[in-house]
């Protein structure tokens, strides 16, 4: 069965540190991973997208993650962190055309 | 362009109205879904259209109604709600739907507050 983890529920950092979302995928065969963000309020919008072409893959605002099959995981970092980056993040397997997400991690960005 | 609207933004309802909710896409994209988002929990998939046709998921209530006009929009129709469904509802879109090994990219419009009195 295909599923997502997300290792933290919270995550906070301050303002220009780095980023660090950590997610772990269950999969009987090659998935199909994206990560979203939601601001609040909000729907939730594509950060980037993995399909086996490339193991990091580079996604917007200046956020990326790197697909490791020995790890099972697909980790988002950013290398500084800004305040308009602080929402609720979540990783996504699909399958069938049907996501499956993980719990969310709600990232805090400080001054 | 990838963007879906959503109307209205807010709607607030009594348990004994009837009311809709609108989706619209001109991405031509084949595939419309339905989600509930509660609040801290990700979103729950409710209703798929795959070129017009209709899967459910079966836990969703008969309160809430589908309808596709045409491939590039779809209704929520909703009638007797209870205080229960009162939620963040999203829609988004892919490509296509459905079919072995779809991983289409879905993207999702900003979603309707729906508040049930």
């Known amino acids: 069965a295909q599923s997502v983890t997300q290792l933290d529920s919270h995550v906070s950092v301050s303002e220009g540190t780095p980023v660090l979302l950590r997610c772990n995928y269950s999969s009987s065969y090659s998935p199909s991973l994206f990560w979203y963000v939601q601001h609040p309020n909000k729907g939730l919008q594509l950060l980037l997208k993995?399909?086996?072409?490339?193991?990091l893959v580079k996604g917007i605002n200046g956020f990326e993650a790197e697909f490791k099959k020995s790890e099972t995981s697909f980790h988002l970092t950013k290398p500084s962190a800004h305040m308009s980056d602080a929402a609720e993040y979540f990783c996504?397997?699909?399958?069938?055309?049907?996501?499956?997400f993980g719990a969310g991690t709600r990232l805090a960005v400080h001054p | 362009d990838t963007e879906v609207t959503q109307t209205p933004k807010h709607l607030v309802m009594g348990m004994t109205n009837k009311k809709s909710l609108k989706c619209e896409q001109h991405m031509g994209h084949r595939a419309m879904y339905w989600y509930k988002q509660k609040a801290k929990k990700p979103p729950e998939l409710m209703f798929v259209y795959s070129y017009e046709k209709l899967s459910i998921n079966e836990s969703v209530p008969s309160r809430f109604s589908p309808e596709c006009p045409n491939s590039s929009l779809l209704n929520l129709h909703l009638h007797a709600l209870q205080p229960e469904d009162s939620a963040l509802y999203l829609c988004?879109?892919?490509?296509?739907?459905?079919?072995?090994?779809?991983?289409?990219?879905?993207?999702f419009g900003p979603g309707t507050r729906l508040t049930v009195l």
């Open positions: 996504v397997v699909i399958i069938y055309n049907k996501l499956i």
């Open positions: 993995y399909t086996s072409a490339a193991t």
């Open positions: 988004a879109s892919s490509q296509v739907g459905g079919g072995l090994g779809g991983t289409d990219t879905q993207y």
